[in-house]
């Protein structure tokens, strides 16, 4: 009955069916719960130092200590909750309060001036009071001036300086802006102690540099994006300082780019959070750029490519761009442009011969220099859209 190398033993096939959950599956033999991914309530965007957080929480919990609880729901089952005066005002019903790992804030100040409120509650024995004690991590969260305190809620406004939440040039991330929150609740006359961490994610971080820059950088007032703005991308060449990018219009422009000029156009800048704007030396500090509604543009291959070629090259792909419906396309060299924005470039005629055969007459001017030399010493072209109107700001 059996073949040769047959051993008799039938293992399941692995599927996703093995993973469903549903004890009325259709395979036998698996009836426990599937362990979830995802501890992170599905949002794919957490850092994994969110994942080691609430690790440390939950060890935290584990080791929740009891001083001597010997009651029959001793210790009990503590679950705090968290909520953004901040994010429950603008994008959440007032009534929004959620567990660490789903709580997302900023800090700093809105647009009234004032230091964003974080608070914390007691959830889970309901009612119950605690004695608080919130502590920022590391010195880039800012100080709680009130930090302590006794309730079923507590809120804390952490205040935050200039020299804390830097605003200079950098092509590293920002660490996320983290709060130690340790509540001790008294139950059955007994003391139990829970420590929890919350963290800002990914979308948190590159919104915070927003608010930062907002504070304290001269001219800058981009809007704090929102979070569904913040996307993931398998891209490389159009991140900023993050895995995400927060993207407006670039996608979109690049898209419509590439189906004029018939190839793959490779973008030697596309978002750039704040800081990376300035670390590429950006002296625009509303630069279109950082809100991923700007991309800089090269043709693949162009570093290799002198002469006629290049020129040539760029002119195409210059070309390409100006029939994208844009707010502006333009030839630079660095940060500057060198040819009048969005500006046709002369077709070659009997009267002003392209003997190079580049597509751009020989003869031809621009402000007293020969076009060519000007696409000679491009190095991208730049399309952009404006910045969208709309505010997470208050
Ligand atoms: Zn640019």
Known sequence: M?????????????????????????????????????????????????????????????????????????????????????????????????????????????????????????????????????????????????????????????????????????????????????????????SHEITEVVSQDERDIIRQEYVDQRMWRKGFTLHVPYRTRIKETTRADLRGNYQLILDSAMTELLTATEAAYGEKVYVSSGWRNPRRNLAAGSQVPNSNHQHGGALDMQPVGAKQMTGATRRSAYLRLYNAARTVRSRVVLLEKGPRAVYPSSAAVPEPTPEMPDHNEDGIPDAATSKGSRVESLFDIASHVHIDRAAPDEADDD
């Open 2 to 190: 059996s073949g040769p190398g047959d051993t008799g033993l039938t293992a399941p096939r692995f599927t996703r069916a093995l993973l469903d959950p549903s004890p009325s599956g259709p395979l036998g033999g698996f009836t426990g719960k599937a362990v979830s991914p995802e501890p992170i309530q599905g949002d794919p965007t957490r850092f994994s130092k969110r994942m080691e957080d609430a690790g440390a929480a939950a060890d935290q919990q584990l080791g929740d200590k009891q001083a001597g609880g010997d009651c029959a729901t001793c210790p009990p089952r503590i679950r705090l909750e968290h909520r953004s005066q901040y994010t429950a005002k603008t994008r959440y019903s007032e009534k929004e309060w959620v567990i660490a790992d789903k709580f997302i804030f900023l800090v700093g100040k809105d647009v009234s001036g004032k230091f964003r409120t974080l608070s914390v509650r007691v959830a889970e024995p309901a009612g119950a009071s605690a004695t608080w004690e919130v502590t920022p991590i590391g010195e880039h969260s800012g100080t709680i001036p009130k930090r302590t305190g006794t309730g079923n809620r507590f809120d804390y406004t952490p205040e935050v300086t200039n020299a804390q939440r830097p605003i200079t040039a950098s092509r590293k991330p920002n660490p996320p802006v983290q709060y130690s929150i340790k509540a001790t609740i008294t139950h059955e006359g007994k």
